[in-house]
Nanobody, 120 residues
Framework: QVQLQESGPGLVKPSQTLSLTCTVS??????????WSWIRQSPGKGLEWMGA???????YYSPSLKRRMFISWDTSKNQFSLHLSSVTPKDTAVYFC????????????WGQGTQVTVSS
């Protein structure tokens, strides 16, 4: 089975850029017909789909985040990364990477999630 694991800082200062990396094993991120997504969840809120990259490297972003968000990848390492600029405390959440069949949080494979706190 494919496995996903997030890595990156647990604490980011306001106005900085949050960068997280998802390392995928057991499957290639270039496998056709999958979307590799970033999804987050804050206390008291539901899951929020943030954006994704597909097997060809095309990226897709939530309208509410696209001005601040960028997804990159490194196929040689089977990794894709989230870059979220100008963070505020409202960006504090558990961040997940996931594999799914569409651009939503209804993914079939998830990483364990990583807590990110935005605070000075």
């Amino acid at each position: 089975q494919v496995q996903l694991q997030e890595s990156g800082p647990g604490l980011v200062k306001p106005s900085q850029t949050l960068s997280l990396t998802c390392t995928v094993s057991g499957g290639s991120i270039t496998t056709i017909y999958y979307y590799w997504s970033w999804i987050r969840q804050s206390p008291g809120k539901g899951l929020e789909w943030m954006g994704a990259i597909d097997s060809s490297g095309s990226t897709y972003y939530s309208p509410s985040l696209k001005r601040r968000m960028f997804i990159s990848w490194d196929t040689s390492k089977n990794q894709f990364s989230l870059h979220l600029s100008s963070v505020t405390p409202k960006d504090t959440a558990v961040y997940f990477c996931a594999r799914g069949n569409d651009l939503s949080f209804e993914a079939d494979k998830w990483g364990q999630g990583t807590q990110v706190t935005v605070s000075s």
